[in-house]
């Protein structure tokens, strides 16, 4: 099983500012998605980090607001933009290797963001 | 549209009972996962069903999967505490590569 690590965990946010999460997973992995969960809600996908090319953002959500790299097969960052108070959520890391073994689609701990 | 919906969305029950929470979703998939999500804490893996007819139990909890009815269940035995939870199920579809695309959740809470 895939091992993810999500920094920082929680965070409080000045409303304006932009705050950056990091996943690092213990072992190389196909495929790294970005989750947001709003308070009370389910997940939504953000967006598809891509290994070496731009990632590939869903409906609602555009590169401007929610930079995203990766690069490599281990390591992926979301940032988050010009926060508001609507960006209160837990953004949750998301790994999945479709080489493997498995079918097994992993979580991070997540990064529950306050803004204020 | 592509939904994916959870009934109930939310289930009070008491302990020893049994009840099933059902997993609906309006596009082709082969695979459909079962989450578990505790308060302040992230989601667990409890199921992969990859195929029509598939049945997996762990403990108090069998999920099944209909994939011709495009229905999941979550069948819950002889309800304990420690199963009070919020559970997702969620699909997996091919587009752009392939990405999971999650419930409403169903948030159980089991009474003495």
């Known amino acids: 099983s895939a091992v993810i690590s999500q920094k920082p965990s929680r965070d409080i946010c000045q409303r304006g500012t932009s705050l950056t999460i990091q996943c690092q997973v213990d072992?190389?992995?196909?495929?790294m998605f970005w989750y947001r969960q709003q308070p009370g809600q389910s997940l939504t996908l953000i967006a598809t980090?891509?290994?070496?090319?731009?990632?590939?953002?869903e409906s609602g959500f555009v590169i401007d607001k929610f930079p995203i790299s990766r690069p490599n097969l281990t390591f992926s960052t979301l940032t988050v933009s010009n926060m508001s108070p609507e960006d209160s959520s837990i953004y949750l890391c998301?790994?999945?290797?479709?080489?493997?073994?498995?079918?097994?689609?992993?979580f991070g701990e997540g990064s529950w963001l306050t803004v204020v | 549209e592509l939904k994916v919906e959870q009934n109930p969305l939310f289930l009070s029950m008491q302990e020893g009972k049994n009840y099933t929470i059902y997993c609906n979703y309006s596009?082709?998939?082969?695979?459909l996962y079962w989450y578990r999500q505790d308060p302040g804490k992230s989601l667990e893996s409890l199921f992969v069903?990859?195929?029509?007819?598939a049945v997996k139990q762990e403990g108090r909890l069998m999920a099944s999967l209909d994939t011709k009815a495009r229905l999941s269940t979550l069948h819950i035995t002889a309800a304990v505490h420690d199963l009070s939870a919020t559970y997702f199920c969620?699909?997996?579809?091919?587009?752009?590569?392939?990405?999971?695309?999650f419930g409403q959740g169903t948030e159980l809470s089991v009474k003495p």
């Open positions: 596009t082709t998939s082969d695979r």
């Open positions: 069903l990859l195929s029509n007819g």
């Open positions: 969620a699909i997996w579809i091919y587009n752009q590569g392939g990405k999971l695309i």
């Open positions: 998301s790994v999945h290797d479709v080489g493997g073994s498995g079918n097994t689609i992993y």
């Open positions: 072992s190389q992995v196909t495929m």
């Open positions: 980090a891509n290994q070496g090319s731009e990632a590939t953002y």
